[in-house]
């Protein structure tokens, strides 16, 4: 560019060039934020088969020790076996240098091995989901739409033509899945009930939880003014300063708080949340309510719908 200007180039010559120069590097930009966005639903698949592999893991145990139970000493010597691949599979899930294909290879060797007669009567009845599967449950489902409202997100950023009912839907699914039902639980019932097994509160790790809570209604609150606007743009950059907030939070609490609650409360202490989280679907949320936004979170995300 400087040399057309020292040589007296056409000044048409140069705002041509500089043209297809700035093509070039939103072509670039383009391409990176494509790749990153790739790497990033990369990284959430193997996170998500992560989990599930942990959940797993902990309902295969529990089944085994309800059968088995360990006062009445070790059991025989093929569920000992299982028991110890069932542990390989879980450490393996929570080594960070797992790939994704090498846990579900683990996962597919177990598969097999649970085929095997010797357990055809082991599994017969499926555990319950404890309080914090529950919530981790609800996680993933939350995670569907925060990739959905991403993609959309980052359309409106490019100016491409966006469906503002997208936008309405994802929004109703937050204020009433992600943080009616789900905060609500988190917030009325397991939060408090470790709060009075001593985890502190205010300045503590609960404390941060509520902040989160807090901050993402703001930004719900902002993208909802800004959809009535019809500022499209506008609804994007709350929406996606709530997605990224969200999974920090929904990190913080698989990997930090939820552990911590199995740690201070006892297991009939867990039953008997497990109840109370019942009861808030059924009285608070209405019967079916939870199905609904099921269906909604899997047809946001452009999946056939699944539970
Ligand atoms: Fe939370
Ligand atoms: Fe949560």
């Not at 056409?10 to 590097?25: D, I, K, M, S, Y």
């Not at 469906?163 to 939060?191: S, V």
């Not at 993208?223 to 300063?241: G, I, Q, Y």
């Not at 109840?275 to 946001?300: D, I, K, P």
Request: aromatic share 4%.
């Amino acid at each position: 560019m400087g040399e057309d200007m020292l040589a007296g180039g056409e000044p048409g010559n140069l705002v041509a060039r500089v043209r297809t120069h700035r093509q070039a590097v939103h072509a670039f930009i383009d391409a990176v934020a494509a790749e990153r966005a790739a790497a990033m639903a990369r990284m959430e698949g193997l996170h998500r088969l992560r989990l599930a592999t942990i959940d797993l893991a902990g309902r295969l145990r529990r089944a085994i020790h309800r059968e088995y139970p360990r006062a009445k000493g070790d059991p025989p010597a093929p569920v000992s076996d299982l028991l110890e691949w069932i542990a390989r599979l879980e450490a393996m899930a929570r080594r960070a240098t797992t790939e994704a294909a090498d846990l579900a290879a683990a996962g597919a060797a177990l598969d097999e091995r649970l085929a095997s007669s010797l357990f055809a009567n082991l599994f017969m009845e499926v555990p319950p989901m404890t309080v914090t599967e529950t919530l981790k449950h609800e996680h993933r489902v939350i995670e569907l739409v925060l990739g959905a409202i991403d993609r959309e997100a980052r359309k409106a950023a490019h100016g491409e033509p966006i469906d503002p009912g997208f936008f309405a839907q994802a929004i109703d699914f937050i204020r009433n899945f992600a943080d009616k039902c789900h905060h609500g639980k988190e917030e009325g019932i397991l939060f408090k009930a470790m709060a009075e097994k001593g985890v502190p509160v205010e300045g503590g790790p609960i404390g941060v939880m509520l902040g989160d809570h807090e901050e993402g209604r703001r930004f719900i609150r902002a993208a909802r003014e800004a959809l009535d606007r019809n500022d499209l743009r506008a609804v994007a950059d709350s929406l996606t300063r709530y997605t990224a907030l969200l999974r920090q939070h929904i990190m913080k609490e698989d990997n930090v708080l939820y552990p911590m609650a199995e740690r201070v409360l006892s297991e009939a202490e867990l039953d008997d949340l497990a109840e109370r989280f019942e009861a808030v679907e059924r009285e608070e949320m209405g019967e079916g309510t939870h199905e609904r936004y099921h269906g909604l979170a899997h047809s946001l995300a452009g999946e056939p719908a699944r539970r």
